[in-house]
């Protein structure tokens, strides 16, 4: 069974500043999903990046990039010039091909303080 | 933008009581997943759904969860009998075919049992 870790469960950072937020999981599959979604206050999940594991090159979405190590299987993600509003719960997911649910981690609740 | 949305926002009921919570996903997906999320903990895959039948369950989908998409629109979650364990937040998702892999998700519906 895949599992997904996140050992930070709580996180801060000043706002405009970098942040970077851990991920690591287990499986034995070769081609799969992994995922980052942000979940606010107002509770629902929004997806901020994704990553095909075939794909070497690191997934960017404007200020958030990941960093993909397959063999390591970490898969963290960086927010860079953090804005008030990234204030929320990050989940860090894994999906294998196919109809497969997502597996999510515990959650990291980053706070951007101002 | 398309949403899947959800129904109720929060629900109380009593022990032992029938809860039935909806979804209307995305118009033009065809997966269609419930999720749970028990307070500060992790979100946890209970159900897919596909061409009219469950693709895949979790152990936590007993014989007290049922789900149907009675009329090609909603998609709803049933549980017979509430138990206080129960009381979680239920997350519905879709997504248009698998190969895309990113779920779209509702905002919840809050369910307490007393």
């Known amino acids: 069974a895949q599992t997904v870790t996140q050992s930070q469960p709580e996180m801060s950072v000043q706002e405009a500043e970098t942040v970077t937020l851990s991920c690591t999981y287990d499986?034995?599959?070769?081609?799969?999903?992994l995922f980052w979604y942000k979940q606010p206050p107002s509770r629902q999940m929004i997806l901020v990046i994704r990553?095909?594991?075939?794909?070497?090159q690191n997934a960017t979405e404007n200020r958030f990039s990941v960093n993909f190590q397959k063999a390591a299987k970490s898969f963290s993600l960086k927010i860079s010039d953090s804005q008030l509003g990234d204030t929320a719960m990050y989940f860090c997911?894994?999906?294998?091909?196919?109809?497969?649910?997502?597996?999510f981690g515990k959650g990291t609740r980053l706070s951007v303080i101002a | 933008e398309p949403e899947v949305t959800q129904t109720p926002s929060h629900q109380v009921t009593q022990m032992g009581q029938e809860v039935i919570l909806r979804c209307v996903p995305i118009?033009?997906?065809?997966?269609f997943y419930w999720y749970r999320q028990i307070l500060g903990q992790k979100v946890e895959f209970l159900v897919s759904?596909?061409?009219?039948?469950?693709?895949?369950k979790s152990e936590i989908f007993d014989d007290q969860f049922s789900v149907e998409r009675p009329d090609g629109s909603n998609f709803t979650l049933k549980i017979r009998s509430t138990k206080l364990e129960d009381s979680a937040m239920y997350f519905c998702?879709?997504?248009?075919?698998?190969?895309?892999?990113?779920?779209?998700f509702g905002e919840g519906s809050r369910l307490t049992v007393l």
């Open positions: 118009s033009n997906h065809l997966y």
């Open positions: 759904f596909y061409n009219n039948e469950i693709s895949e």
């Open positions: 997911a894994f999906m294998k091909e196919g109809n497969t649910p997502l597996v």
């Open positions: 998702a879709s997504r248009r075919q698998v190969l895309t892999g990113e779920l779209f």
């Open positions: 990553q095909e594991a075939y794909k070497q």
């Open positions: 499986t034995s599959e070769n081609n799969y999903y």
